[in-house]
């Protein structure tokens, strides 16, 4: 069975940091690409940042590049990816998803997702 288990989330002030873990297990994952999606209120989800299944490539959403850095770890069964926010602002206010891709290439595109977490909320306050 597929599992995306997400943590982390949490509530801070403006300019504060915290970092989500995900841990995706139940196929092979350590070849396919991993992204953070976010959804705000009223809003569209939006892919945040992704990383290739080597982990050697990623990308970022514009207004969170210099802000979030995206990693994972890779090992035989499971694979673990990890979003450190810092610098954090009221418009960062979403619930975070985890999202594993069936290919090995970091994409910003939605639906190349193919395993989703259930979420993590993540509020900054002003």
């Known amino acids: 069975q597929v599992q995306l288990v997400e943590s982390g989330g949490g509530s801070v002030q403006a300019g504060g940091s915290l970092t989500l873990s995900c841990t995706a297990s139940?196929?092979?994952?350590?070849?396919?690409?991993m992204g953070w999606v976010r959804q705000a209120p009223g809003k569209e989800r939006e892919v945040v940042a992704t990383i290739s299944g080597s982990g050697k490539m990623w990308r970022y959403l514009a207004s969170v590049k210099d802000r979030f850095t995206i990693s994972r770890d890779n090992a035989a069964n499971t694979a673990t990816a990890y979003l450190r926010m810092e610098n954090l602002k009221p418009e960062d206010t979403a619930v975070y998803y985890c999202?594993?891709?069936?290919?090995?290439?970091?994409?910003?595109?939605?639906?190349?997702?193919?395993?989703w977490g259930q979420g993590t909320q993540v509020t900054v306050s002003s």
């Open positions: 999202a594993a891709s069936g290919q090995t290439l970091a994409t910003m595109l939605l639906n190349e997702y193919a395993y």
């Open positions: 139940g196929r092979t994952f350590s070849g396919s690409a």
